[in-house]
């Protein structure tokens, strides 16, 4: 079973992202920040982290570079109600992005295709 | 007097170089020079460092000038024999040079830049002290700007190795100088590979040996003498997408495997303000009738190589008339696919079956252009990722292709 790392500062959001990636069949930790987040993906060792862009005091793609550099190929979601944040580069540095929503079928799908993706070591 | 190397201060050991390729650069190339050196002092300057000019023994006075340039920074210059052209093969002088000097790190920088200041030095040469094996630029550049990149080197190089490297033949860019060695010994040299097919070749090479690879953000958008497209075209093109099918020969037991693709890090930010590039020019109906006069004088090639689906679509493609010119991404990934097979299977003189994809190629850049000539250039960027993600929606289907024909 994947284990999800969601990391958003919104409870509700954190709730709702637990439950439906529960049931799709994913083991689901979360986050209400940044705090000590490399440290948290080191202990718990998450194969994939689900990233708020904007959260009260940290920045998201802050966070993304510093997961980007420490964990390579660690797959990351941006998610934000806005894509306005395309406009920094260091988005790009994402696997994904998804556009907050209640509906999590967008999330599911990149979710399922970022664990499917695979480059074999040489 | 020809000369293979001259170094005037007889450096035999650098921890980090900057590798400026040329030939017949004797007007631009004190500009990257200087800004190297500054670089070099401002970033690097607790390392024992060099610049490199390495030369196509140009006869327009480039050595000259290179070693005239006052510099803080040592610096040599290194010549293939007389007569001996080809970028690549400055390169094969510059892997030796690295290997003697026992280098850590290496940034390449062309010689005609205009835009570059010390910090491209920095940015390209930091993550390689960081664990990072590859650096590749990132520019901002002109959606019309780049168009073998990005119709083709962009999307089938992320495809085929699964890294999102958005400028792989940007030709500035960074490698740890182990790399050097693997290049040196690689089996896949090419006279393409010796000509303009280096810089894929190289970062190609990188992605195989799953070398950590980030991207450097320049800042400032890639400006370098204008060249005609026009005359450019036939030899680049065939160099490049020639090299890119030659390393799908050698690589398929890698690429094969490959789903979807990864990111990387990126360097480089905290510029300020991202400057726009400037505008590039495109002129719609060239391109209309060279796709149309193409196709006609390739159609016999055209019908050996691709499959006849591909081929009757791309006739019915044919048959619109500008303003209802529309490429499908899917049936360029049909006809890329086809060629890189025709292309393996030698059905047809490899530079001839090369030129009948340039037609083709132009026809696909003006249904670009049609769809984006309202786009801005972020705008641009996003219907690029998403031409990718069909790219790589298409891989099983190429590697269904690729094993049938083999």
């Known amino acids: 079973m994947a284990k999800i790392l969601v990391v958003d500062d919104e409870e509700h959001i954190r709730l709702l992202y637990s439950e439906e990636l529960s049931e799709a069949g994913y083991e689901v930790i979360t986050a209400a920040d940044g705090h000590k987040l490399i440290e948290r993906i080191e202990t718990e060792k998450p194969d994939l982290v689900v990233l708020d862009i904007k959260m009260v005091d940290y920045n998201g793609l802050d966070l993304l570079q510093e997961i980007r550099n420490k964990f390579y190929d660690m797959p990351v979601i941006l998610c934000t109600a806005y894509d306005t944040f395309k406009e920094d580069i260091k988005s790009i540095a994402a696997d994904f992005y998804v556009i907050k929503s209640f509906d999590l079928t967008e999330l599911k799908k990149k979710i399922?295709?970022?664990?499917?993706?695979h480059i074999p070591s040489s | 007097?020809?000369?293979?190397?001259?170094?005037?201060?007889?450096?035999?050991?650098?921890?980090?170089?900057?590798?400026?390729?040329s030939y017949n650069e004797a007007d631009s190339i004190a500009f990257p020079v200087q800004q190297a050196d500054r670089g070099i002092e401002s970033f690097f300057g607790n390392?024992?460092?060099?610049?490199?000019?390495?030369?196509?023994?140009?006869?327009?006075?480039?050595?000259?000038?290179?070693?005239?340039?006052?510099?803080?920074?040592?610096?040599?210059?290194?010549?293939?024999?007389?007569?001996m052209k080809g970028k690549g093969r400055n390169f094969k002088n510059l892997f030796q040079k690295i290997v003697d000097l026992e280098a850590k790190a290496v940034v390449v920088v062309d010689a005609d830049l205009k835009s570059i200041t010390p910090k491209w030095i920095k940015h390209l040469g930091e993550p390689l002290f960081q664990d990072f094996g590859y650096v590749a630029p990132l520019y901002v550049r002109h959606k019309y700007d780049g168009t073998i990149t990005n119709s083709i080197a962009y999307p089938l190089t992320r495809s085929l190795y699964g890294r999102r490297v958005r400028q792989p033949i940007g030709g500035d860019f960074g490698f740890q100088g182990e790399l050097a060695q693997v290049y040196l010994e690689s089996d896949t040299w090419s006279e393409a590979v010796a000509n303009f097919g280096i810089d894929i070749w190289m970062t190609?090479?990188?992605?195989?040996?799953?070398v950590p690879i980030c991207q450097a953000f320049m800042g400032r958008p890639k400006i370098h003498r204008a060249k005609d497209p026009g005359s450019d075209l036939g030899p680049m093109f065939r160099q490049v997408v020639g090299t890119i099918f030659e390393m799908m020969i050698k690589f398929c037991p890698f690429w094969s495997q490959v789903k979807w693709s990864k990111p990387t890090s990126i360097f480089g930010f905290g510029l300020g303000e991202t400057e726009m590039p400037p505008?590039?020019?495109?002129?719609?109906?060239?391109l209309f009738q060279k796709f149309q006069h193409g196709f006609k004088s390739c159609g016999h090639i055209l019908e050996n190589v691709l499959q006849k689906e591909t081929f009757n679509k791309l006739r019915e493609v044919k048959k619109m008339d500008t303003d209802r010119f529309d490429f499908p991404t899917n049936l360029w990934i049909n006809v890329l696919i086809d060629f890189a097979v025709g292309y393996r299977d030698k059905v047809w003189k490899e530079d001839e079956l090369l030129d009948s994809l340039i037609p083709i190629y132009l026809g696909k850049t003006l249904s670009y252009v049609r769809k984006t000539e309202r786009m801005s250039v972020r705008e641009s960027e996003e219907f690029i990722e998403e031409e990718c993600v069909q790219f790589e929606?298409?891989?099983?289907?190429?590697?269904q292709v690729w094993n049938k024909g083999a």
């Open chain 2, 204 to 210: 190609t090479l990188a992605m195989n040996e799953n």
């Open chain 2, 47 to 83: 390392r024992k460092s060099v610049i490199i000019n390495c030369d196509n023994d140009s006869d327009d006075g480039t050595k000259e000038i290179f070693l005239g340039i006052r510099t803080n920074t040592p610096k040599i210059y290194i010549s293939t024999e007389p007569g």
């Open chain 2, 393 to 399: 929606a298409s891989k099983s289907l190429l590697v």
């Open chain 2, 1 to 21: 007097m020809f000369e293979a190397e001259v170094n005037p201060e007889d450096i035999t050991s650098a921890e980090f170089v900057v590798a400026i390729p």
């Open chain 1, 112 to 117: 399922a295709t970022a664990l499917e993706t």
């Open chain 2, 279 to 286: 505008p590039v020019k495109v002129n719609k109906e060239t």
